[in-house]
């Protein structure tokens, strides 16, 4: 017994055997996303692209809202740093 794949058992393909077998693998090729459809190629990039912007402008902010609780923090240790100094030296005098 010869194996599937050789030559004399290939060489029995028709045409019709050759286009059918192309079709089929070109089809499972599409299901399995080997190959993607330019329209859908650009829908999923442009889906992209719209949340790569919406992340960006989530981002600046956050950054904003972080920069603003740091100075706000810093500010008022200082404050607090500057009370506490004026407080201790109003009591040793």
């Not at 060489?11 to 059918?20: P, R």
């Not at 902010?61 to 200082?78: F, G, H, P, V, Y």
Request: proline share 2%; charged share 25%; hydrophobic share 45%.
């Amino acid at each position: 017994m010869m194996p599937a794949w050789s030559p004399e058992n290939w060489g029995d393909f028709s045409v019709v055997g050759i286009v059918v077998f192309t079709a089929c693998f070109f089809i499972l090729a599409l299901v399995r996303e080997w190959i993607v459809i330019g329209r859908y190629h650009r829908e999923t990039i442009g889906r992209l692209d719209r949340r790569a912007e919406t992340d960006a402008e989530a981002i600046h902010t956050l950054s904003k809202a972080i920069t603003e609780k740091n100075a706000t923090e810093e500010a008022t240790t200082r404050i607090l740093s500057s009370v506490r100094e004026v407080l201790t030296s109003k009591g040793k005098q």
